[in-house]
């Protein structure tokens, strides 16, 4: 599956029967948008994605302002991406302009499947405007779910960077805000032997059996965590 939707803030939105893979088709790589949202879904079966090829990629234009794309996949099986997505928000480099473009929203949730990633973005558009209130762009939240009718351990695994931060800004502008990673897994919650981290203003980890995040780069504000098997570790 590849699309390029190009009009301002338009959206894509696909449901598969089976299984689908995010690539290249024709001369299209992946999926990318002009700020517009994405939603994929399969009835049954996988979505995964290849690396370089099937980035999902939701950024608006450059200094329109305009809140970047969500994305949200669904699947009746296992999500596992080796495309980025992006959905930083959009730069602004014009003075006495305002604010700088908030990130999308990205939303993954496995229904009776593990979720495995890559890079995943969603922070702030940065201002280089360099006058009052060119303010970086606010970030948004990343969401990874897994979920299970059967008792079924469906592990979440980090292979790279989530990042939920707030855009950068020359002062006297300011920067913007960053947001939450919530990782809710029926199993464990792991970074492939730190392989993978976390950059955000708070991080919630849920799970059932012990979990992991041990990269030296992580950095958050803020960190809850709940492990709810007997005797299973954060």
């Known amino acids: 599956l590849a699309a390029a939707i190009t009009g301002a803030n338009q959206t894509f939105t696909y449901k598969d029967a089976t299984a689908v893979n995010i690539n290249t088709v024709g001369l299209t790589n992946g999926i990318t948008t002009n700020g517009g949202g994405v939603t994929l879904t399969t009835v049954a079966g996988d979505i995964t994605s290849t690396v370089t090829t099937g980035n999902i990629t939701t950024t608006a234009a450059l200094n329109s302002g ?3 794309g ?3 996949l669904t699947a009746a099986g ?6 980025d997505i992006i959905t930083t928000g959009a730069a602004r ?3 006495s302009s305002g604010t700088a473009s908030a990130g999308g929203q990205v939303d993954l949730t496995a229904t009776e499947g593990a979720i495995t990633v890559a890079n995943i973005t969603t922070s702030g558009g940065a201002h280089t405007g360099a006058a009052l209130n060119d303010n970086g762009g606010n970030a948004a939240a990343i969401n990874l779910t897994t979920t299970t009718a059967t008792a079924t351990a469906h592990n979440i ?3 790279a960077a989530l990042a ?5 800004a020359t002062a006297p502008g300011v920067a913007g805000t960053g947001n939450t990673v919530t990782l809710t897994s029926t199993g464990n919650v792991n970074d492939a032997t730190a392989a993978g981290s ?14 992991s995040l041990t990269n030296a780069t ?3 504000v803020t960190l809850a965590a709940a492990i709810t098997g007997a005797n299973q570790t954060f």
């Open 78 to 83: 296992n999500i596992n991406l080796s495309g």
């Open 198 to 211: 976390v950059k955000a203003d708070s991080l919630l980890v849920k799970a059932v059996n012990t979990s």
């Open 93 to 95: 480099t014009v003075a």
């Open 66 to 68: 305009a809140v970047s």
């Open 164 to 168: 939920a931060l707030g855009g950068t």
């Open 70 to 72: 969500a994305v949200g």
């Open 218 to 220: 992580n950095d958050v």
């Open 157 to 159: 695994t980090l292979n």
